[in-house]
C-alpha cells in the first residue's frame, strides 16, 4: 500500500463511504473474471487526481497504477453509471443527515459555456452566439441544498431551452418525485407549457430585477450558480478537455464525489495537515 501524499487522495473515512458503492469485481461474480492486479483505492486515487490537477492521462504521477488500467476503469464505470450512483447515493447521505428527505421536490436548472481544448473534436462542440464562447455547454440540476442530481453536456450552440426537455425528460424518469424546477427566463416560453403537459413539472422562473446594476444574488438561482463554481475548483473542469461528451459529464461528476465525500468526513484537504508540526528544539546559545 503505497503512502497517501496528495491532496485529492482518499482519507479512510471516504474510502468507507466510496468502496460499498463499487462494482463487485468480475473475479467474485459467477461468471467469473481475472482478478484485479490494483487495489480498488489506487484506482479511485488516480481518477481524483486527473480531476483535482487536470494533467493529461499520459501525464499520471507514477505512484499510481499505469494510466492506460486507470483509464479502462474510468470508460467502464462511466458508461455502466457508476459515478451517477455514487452521487446520488452520496447525495441521500447528506440530505438525511441535514434532517431533510433524502429526495427533494424542487430543484433547479442552469447551464455554463466552457472553452474546449484544440484536441476536442469540431463535431462535438459548438460556439454561445450569447456569451460569446466556442466549446461546450454544461447542463445542470441541483437541489435546494445545491446537491447535483443530473449533469448533460452539450455542444455550445444548442440553446438551453432546448436542451432543457432532453434534461427534464431524463430527470422525470429518474426522479418521479420533483414538481418543480427553478430556472432563468432562458427557460421560458413555451418550455413551461410543454413540461407541464406532458412531465407534469412546474417550471418557475426568476428575473433579474429592472433596475438592478452589477452583481445581484438571485433567489434560488445562486444555488445552481454556486454548485457551477464548486466544480470548477478541480482544475480538470475549468476547461474541457474530453473527446466524448460522456466524458466530462464523468470528469464533473467525481468533483462532486469529492465535495460530498469531503463534507460527510469533514476532513482537512491534505490527510496529514491536521498533524500538529515538529516544533524544533531551541538550543541554548
Same mark, same amino acid.
Given at each position: 500500500m503505497r503512502q497517501r501524499r496528495y491532496p485529492s487522495d482518499t482519507t479512510d473515512l471516504e474510502w468507507a463511504l466510496i468502496e460499498p458503492l463499487l462494482p463487485v469485481p468480475a473475479c467474485q461474480t459467477p461468471r467469473g473474471g481475472r482478478p484485479e492486479a490494483h487495489p480498488r483505492r489506487e484506482i479511485v486515487d488516480a481518477l481524483r487526481y486527473i480531476v483535482d490537477t487536470g494533467c493529461k492521462w499520459s501525464a499520471l504521477s507514477q505512484d499510481y497504477p499505469p494510466f492506460k488500467t486507470v483509464f479502462g476503469f474510468f470508460t467502464r464505470w462511466s458508461a455502466a453509471g457508476? *459515478?451517477?450512483l455514487i452521487r446520488d447515493q452520496l447525495r441521500r447521505h447528506i440530505r438525511r443527515t441535514m434532517g431533510t428527505s433524502p429526495h427533494p421536490v424542487a430543484v433547479v436548472i442552469d447551464s455554463q459555456s466552457v472553452r474546449v481544448a484544440a484536441?476536442?473534436?469540431? %463535431? !462535438? %462542440?459548438?460556439y454561445d452566439a450569447g456569451k460569446k464562447i466556442p466549446g461546450r455547454k454544461r447542463h445542470i440540476i441541483v437541489d435546494a441544498k445545491g446537491l447535483p442530481l443530473f /449533469? +448533460? /453536456?452539450? @455542444?455550445?450552440n444548442l440553446h438551453d431551452s432546448v436542451a432543457a426537455r432532453e434534461v427534464l425528460f431524463r430527470l422525470r424518469? +429518474?426522479? @418521479? #418525485?420533483?414538481?418543480?424546477?427553478? !430556472?432563468?427566463l432562458a427557460? !421560458?416560453?413555451t418550455l413551461v407549457d410543454w413540461a407541464k403537459s406532458f412531465l407534469r413539472l412546474t417550471i418557475k422562473t426568476v428575473s433579474r430585477p429592472?433596475?438592478?446594476?452589477? *452583481?445581484?444574488?438571485? @433567489?434560488?438561482?445562486? /444555488? /445552481? #450558480?454556486? %454548485?457551477l463554481a464548486w466544480l470548477l475548483h478541480a482544475r480538470r473542469n475549468a476547461r474541457d478537455y474530453e473527446t466524448l461528451l460522456?466524458?466530462?459529464e464523468a470528469m464533473l461528476t467525481l468533483a462532486a464525489i469529492?465535495?460530498?465525500?469531503?463534507r460527510l468526513t469533514r476532513q482537512p484537504v491534505h490527510p496529514n495537515a491536521a498533524a500538529p508540526r515538529p516544533t524544533p528544539a531551541v538550543q541554548a546559545a
Open positions: 457508476i *459515478f451517477n484536441t476536442v473534436p469540431r %463535431s !462535438a %462542440s459548438g /449533469v +448533460m /453536456v452539450t @455542444p455550445a424518469l +429518474m426522479h @418521479p #418525485e420533483i414538481t418543480i424546477v427553478w !430556472a432563468d427557460y !421560458a416560453g429592472k433596475d438592478a446594476k452589477g *452583481f445581484v444574488v438571485l @433567489p434560488r438561482r445562486w /444555488v /445552481v #450558480e454556486r %454548485s460522456q466524458h466530462n469529492t465535495l460530498m465525500t469531503r
